[in-house]
């Protein structure tokens, strides 16, 4: 899959996010926090093998709660 077959659906699903207003947080953004939460496993050893199951959950969390609009 080419980068940007990947950013097209990533477009598309925030898009969709957006539109059921879920949330009002820019494309460019949003895209940007899931390729990071993709990525930071990368640097498990980094962060640390038994803090980081931990931390990856706090961060979806905080990630989810703060994107998200308040019904």
């Known amino acids: 899959m080419s ?11 925030v898009n969709w996010l957006q539109a059921q ?3 009002e947080t820019d494309s460019e953004v949003l895209i940007g926090l899931f ?3 993709i990525l930071i496993p990368l640097h498990r050893a980094e962060i640390g093998e038994e803090i980081f199951p931990k931390m990856m959950a706090k961060m979806i969390t905080y990630l989810a709660e ?4 308040e019904s």
């Open 3 to 13: 980068m940007l077959v990947d950013l097209e659906d990533s477009v598309e699903f």
């Open 21 to 23: 207003g879920i949330t």
């Open 66 to 69: 703060g994107l998200t609009k």
């Open 35 to 37: 390729r990071t939460v």
